[in-house]
């Protein structure tokens, strides 16, 4: 009887935290790197794949994972796959990503996420958090970067088509 109550009590944790994650991405005020104001309602296409990192300056394994993702940006684009890197960086580091992004070969969209409103408003905790989003909903999520699993989002969106 003890034991049921336990598998019970961890599913029902486990609905809850999954319950915190958002799935649809809400209409949110961000910035590009010209300091206009991007809503996210006009950012995402239908029917079309997007790859959405967030990252910080100060993530080693964001950095990372954006350097692998250029690797592959080619095939992305080839397959209509876009590609936003949204910076969560706050007012003591922002002033760091446009020296950033102009020492690296990224050609895919940045956008700024100063005041983390997006961030949380998708229960983000951690970076690099990256999501899969297609039709304006959430199909994938992922925290943490390792070498490879910028083609493991590839084969992902493959998959799912």
Known sequence: MKSVKSVISILFILFYINGLC???IPNTPLKNL?????????LFDQDKFYIVSFWATWCIPCINELDAIVDIYDDLEKDNIKVIAISTDDSRTKKRVRPMINGKSWDFKILLDENHELKRALNIAGIPHTIIVRNNKIIYRRVGYSPGEEIELFKFIKEYE
Do not use: H
């Open 34 to 42: 010209e300091k206009e104001l991007v809503y996210t309602n006009k």
């Open 22 to 24: 958002q799935d649809i």
